[in-house]
Nanobody, 112 residues
Framework: QVQLVESGGGLVQPGGSLRLSCAAS????????MGWYRQAPGKQRELVAD???????NYADSVKGRFTISRDNAKNTVYLQMNSLKSEDTAVYYC??????WGQGKQVTVSS
């Protein structure tokens, strides 16, 4: 069964940190670009960061220097470490496999 299972997220105060994890089926993880997208209320889904099978990374300008994407190929898992969170980071975060599969989404709320 092909799947992407996300964990993490939740409520955090501004300036805080959270980590998202996404465990994938091997068939949609191995040698595949993986990414994280987010969608805030009333806005379009946007790329946050992605990472190639060779660990090359790409970030949205809005998160550069604050977020870090990484992958553990032995665990078929991709991570998004989010530091110095801001209220504008509040959104549903989705894991993505470049084979065309999406996770179910995890809510991240940054609020005092």
């Amino acid at each position: 069964q092909v799947q992407l299972v996300e964990s993490g997220g939740g409520l955090v105060q501004p300036g805080g940190s959270l980590r998202l994890s996404c465990a994938a089926s091997e068939s949609i993880f191995s040698n595949v670009l993986m990414g994280w997208y987010r969608q805030a209320p009333g806005k379009q889904r946007e790329l946050v960061a992605d990472i190639t099978a060779g660990d090359s990374t790409n970030y949205a300008d809005s998160v550069k220097g604050r977020f870090t994407i990484s992958r553990d190929n032995a665990k078929n898992t991709v991570y998004l470490q989010m530091n110095s969170l801001k209220s504008e980071d509040t959104a549903v975060y989705y894991c993505y496999s470049n084979r065309g599969f999406w996770g179910q989404g995890k809510q991240v709320t940054v609020s005092s």
